[in-house]
């Protein structure tokens, strides 16, 4: 039979004092002991008198800390845990949330002064217009000017105006697509929300790993549902654009005869 052979002595678990471990996770020795008092983390191995912590100790605090910085609360993460769910699977929990929640949009906000604004629009900078870009929600007001919630947003509604497309045709334009995007978003939600995270309905705590996989699940679906949004809707222009110039042709064709 092949001798085992010696872990060498770089790849060993580390193993702290409590001092150490406190350190490292970046809290106090009286915070770890209170964890340790309400049962959040398992109990060190215990060499006479010295008490000593691994690195699933310090992987439980960190969990913890994120947690706790997400809105959990420490009761709240006592029942996880005491639902025997491992450092790791809390941690593949806090991994699902975060994909789950991610944001979809990468938007640059933009600044523009008032003077900036007079500039572009001129007279079509009215209460009437600067009313509803609020009540779209893209754009917060201060001081000196405006925030609008994404550059490229801005620049396509500037492009449009100087093209000679009025801001209030713009502006209504983008109302109608946001209730036409609020509703793919919705379809969307309710596809993944149905077929892919029905197990988070149940009561019942994921099976070993569910979480890891839901979290590659979504991480996946995410780019092909823009996919699918974007191919849709050119697919949709080439439909509508036949569609109206062969309407405007029928119609000269009418008033030419």
Sequence with gaps: ????????????????????????????TRTLRFYRERKLLPPPRRQGRIAWYGEAHLTRLRVIAELLERGHTLGGIAELIGAGESGRDVAELIGLEAAIVAPWSDETPVELSWNELRDTFGDQLTDTNTAESIAQGYITLHEHGITHVSRRLMDATTALVAEGVPLSAVLEASRRT??????????????????????LADDRPLPPGEAAHLTEQIQHVRPLARTVADAQFALAM????????????????????
């Design 1 to 28: 039979m092949e001798k085992l052979r010696a872990v060498p002595a770089a790849t060993a678990q580390h193993e702290y004092r409590v001092e150490e471990l406190a350190e490292a996770a970046g809290i106090t």
């Design 178 to 199: 946001q209730e036409h995007v609020d509703a793919i978003a919705e379809l969307f939600v309710g596809l993944v929300r149905d077929h892919l995270l029905g197990a």
């Design 238 to 257: 080439d439909r509508r654009v036949h569609a109206e110039y062969d309407e405007m042709l029928k119609q000269r064709r009418q008033d030419g005869a």
